[in-house]
């Protein structure tokens, strides 16, 4: 199995990043049910104001090119386009459980 973890931070106010956080985890949270490769998926949105990031994800797949099944289905790239241009950066890490 592989875990698949990523994080984002947006541009904005934190008002408007919190509000568009809201709708990129609600479509996330809608994958599982659509993508056969997700064993499981959590999202969250940070509760610490001091940090700088806005969202993370934990999802486990059967292996690392699930990962790339997942990252191309489109349920995923149509959730990916709600923050669009509001992404400032992504950091993503995946390994082997």
């Known amino acids: ?20 956080a809201l709708r990129f985890k609600a479509a996330l949270d809608a994958l599982p049910a659509q993508i056969d ?28 090119a699930d990962v790339a099944t997942y990252a191309n289905h489109p349920a995923h790239l149509a959730a990916a386009a709600i923050i669009g241009e509001a992404r400032e950066a992504r950091a993503c890490v995946d390994y082997s459980l």
Do not use: C, Y
């Open 1 to 20: 199995m592989t875990k698949h973890i990523v994080m984002f931070k947006l541009r904005g106010t934190a008002e408007s990043r919190r509000e568009l």
């Open 37 to 64: 490769v997700l064993q499981s998926m959590e999202v969250a949105l940070n509760e610490n104001p001091g940090e700088d990031w806005d969202i993370v994800l934990t999802a486990i797949v059967p292996t690392l």
